[in-house]
């Protein structure tokens, strides 16, 4: 479980000072699958960084099971981090001059994972392994970063918009991916996105406004990628 209780941060100094976090608190089970929704500059990717330890907050705090991420120095973040945690963003951050099969081997590395084949065909990838980004698709370098990510088998699975730079149709081929995947392996998953069509797949929908939470509500009937507008 990740506690998460009264967290604040602001940004900038003096008059210019912005609280772009305050007082947020939630707790999210084990293998749940959040989405997170609000208005831009609501504080959604600002709560995904402090939560995941790729921020500090400058009030508040954050436990993965009574571990809390203020209490751990710089060095045990770090490795907290890689070893409970993976992120996929917008943009893809693929490695240009690497293949598909070493960007994806070099999220496996960082466990010791050398099964990391098996997400690439998770991601119906097999037969672009030796491709490098360049020759693919949005979509498909979208999924060589689940596939990277997925390597490192997080217990934690952080998105910010990961169908954001992808059409409807590529969109919801990488929607039902990352769905499908979370409900194979279980892992927790968390989730920023602007389109709210989205919520309908997730087990719990936040919605911020404003740095703070709106309302927290369980999602009753749960949707395919394929079953909710766009
Ligand atoms: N590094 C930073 N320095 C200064 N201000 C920041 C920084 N990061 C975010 N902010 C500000 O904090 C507020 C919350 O930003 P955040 O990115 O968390 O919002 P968001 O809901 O994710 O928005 P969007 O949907 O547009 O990405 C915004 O007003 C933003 O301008």
Redesign the pocket.
């Known amino acids: 479980m990740i506690e998460i209780n009264d967290l604040t941060k602001y940004?900038?100094k003096g008059e210019s000072r912005?609280k772009?976090l305050d007082g947020v608190s939630v707790r999210i089970n084990d293998g749940e699958f959040i989405v997170i929704l609000?208005?831009?500059?609501?504080?959604?990717?600002?709560?995904l960084n402090v939560i995941s330890g790729l921020e500090t907050p400058d009030g508040g705090c954050v436990a993965y099971d009574s571990q809390e991420l203020g209490n751990m120095s710089e060095k045990d973040l770090t490795k907290f981090r890689r070893e409970n945690t993976a992120y996929i963003f917008q943009q893809y951050y693929l490695l240009p001059h690497l293949n598909v099969e070493k960007n994806v081997r070099m999220g496996a590395d960082l466990d010791n994972n050398k099964d990391y084949l098996k997400y690439i065909e998770a991601v119906g990838l097999s037969d672009k392994r030796r491709k490098f980004p360049s020759e693919l698709s949005g979509g498909e370098q979208q999924r060589v970063a689940i596939a990277r990510a997925l390597a490192k088998n997080p217990k934690v699975l952080f998105l910010d918009?990961p169908t954001g730079a992808l059409d409807e149709e590529t969109g919801r081929q990488v929607l039902d991916y990352i769905i499908r995947l979370h409900e194979e392996q279980g892992f927790t998953m968390i989730m920023?996105t602007?389109n709210s069509n989205i919520a309908e797949t997730a087990d719990r929908i936040i919605k911020?406004n404003s740095?703070k939470i709106v309302s927290v509500t369980e999602n009753t009937d749960k949707k395919t990628a394929y079953e909710i507008g766009w």
């Open positions: 940004y900038g912005f772009a609000g208005a831009s500059g609501s504080g959604k990717s600002t709560f918009e920023v602007h911020m740095g």
